[in-house]
């Protein structure tokens, strides 16, 4: 396993240790305490996350089931972006509105920083035993681990019978011509340079080896995006035969339709980049506060992990995570076991240090 050190950071956007073996499931645990039926009713608790596919999974698999498993009623804001819930919880600071939110790790850092948040009671908490212990908590302890954003490899079904187990593929014979990569700027373009710099023997410490395999990549690109819906097509006119890092969660509308010849993997040798998703509970939240931590609990339970792994394709934080046959079997789905195994998460810090560096010799490297 590989252990870079770690950060939360950023959806969807720059960045993205690996998870050691997780603790014992709270499963077979008698003394610990669930939320009961009808424990809740009358209790009111806002919840504020993504309007994207996740936040509609959210609400589908983890706010809809605790509503009628405890009576309390749930009243869901989706929003856009982080960045947007930000905002939101900045501006309702002198009178908070929500009482969980559910963001990135960059935003629930800067809550925190800003002394807008509270930490859980991991007390009431007690699915938390069972999460990979790196992904238990993040922003300073404000934020309890709630999924991982994920980005692998991208490849054409049409041209590798089997997913590729490395970056190594970017210079293989099967990918000339058609290897599309993510733009310098983004967070993508920093994993490329660590994926390169192992896979020539270096690492983050030591990413020259890297940067002068990237520089054999110029002959071999496709073309460089960030633009899904440009990739996607890419590959269903058999242009684009690989695509990295990018993540398949990007993907959802593109990958299970046969057309688009589209599949992606994690089980990569130099491992695969993860960001960690939150959640936090406001500063002064309205909402009563077993109810709040009960709503948590429900979102870490195994059947519930397993659930959003398959809807939406989050890596799950809880080593139990009950995926089904046919979920194990996907390879844009990451297991506990294989996130255990090949999860890779930056150090934010360090990242920032070096990125004015990084971006220029990447796009030396590879242009865009």
Do not use: C
């Not at 080896?209 to 890419?234: C, M, S, W, Y």
């Not at 057309?259 to 909402?287: C, H, K, W």
């Amino acid at each position: 396993m590989d252990n870079i050190p770690k950060t939360a950071l950023r959806r969807r956007a720059f960045l993205r240790g690996a998870a050691s073996a997780a603790v014992g499931s709270v499963i077979s645990m008698p003394w610990v305490k669930t939320a009961s039926a009808q424990e809740f009713a009358g209790k009111v608790l806002r919840v504020l996350t993504w309007s994207d596919p996740t936040g509609q999974a959210a609400v589908r698999n983890i706010l809809r089931p605790f509503e009628a498993e405890t009576g309390a009623k749930v009243i869901p804001d989706l929003t856009g972006t982080t960045s947007d819930m930000i905002a939101k919880i900045r501006a309702s600071a002198s009178r908070p509105q929500y009482d969980l939110v559910i963001l990135g790790g960059y935003g629930a850092a800067t809550l925190g920083e800003a002394n807008l948040l509270e930490k859980p009671d991991w007390a009431q908490i007690p699915n938390s035993r069972s999460l990979l212990p790196q992904y238990r908590s993040g922003a300073d302890g404000y934020g309890v681990g709630y999924f991982l954003w994920t980005d692998g490899i991208l490849y054409n079904t049409n041209v590798y019978g089997r997913a590729p187990t490395s970056y190594q593929a970017l210079w293989t014979e099967e990918s000339k011509g058609g290897v599309i990569l993510v733009p310098p700027q983004s967070g993508g373009a920093m994993e490329l340079v660590i994926a390169a710099a192992k896979v020539a023997g270096g690492d983050a410490n030591n990413p020259d080896a890297g940067f002068a395999l990237l520089a054999k990549l110029k002959d071999r690109i496709l073309t460089i995006t960030n633009n899904p819906a440009r990739v996607a097509e890419l590959f269903r006119t058999n242009s684009g035969r690989l695509a990295a890092p990018y993540s398949p969660l990007l993907y959802t509308q593109y990958i299970p339709d046969p057309q688009y010849n589209m599949s992606g993997t994690y089980d990569i040798a130099e491992g695969f980049f993860v960001d960690l998703q939150l959640m936090v509970s406001p500063r002064g939240a309205p909402g009563d506060r077993a109810a709040i931590h009960a709503l948590m609990n429900k979102a870490l339970a195994p059947e519930v992990q397993g659930k959003m792994a398959e809807d939406v394709w989050y890596g799950p934080t809880n080593a139990q995570a009950v995926l089904s046959e046919k979920a194990r079997a996907i390879p844009y789905i990451a297991s506990p076991d294989l996130i255990a195994k090949r999860a890779i998460t930056l150090d934010a810090k360090f990242l920032a240090s070096v990125r004015d560096d990084w971006v220029r010799r990447y796009a030396q490297a590879v242009g865009g």
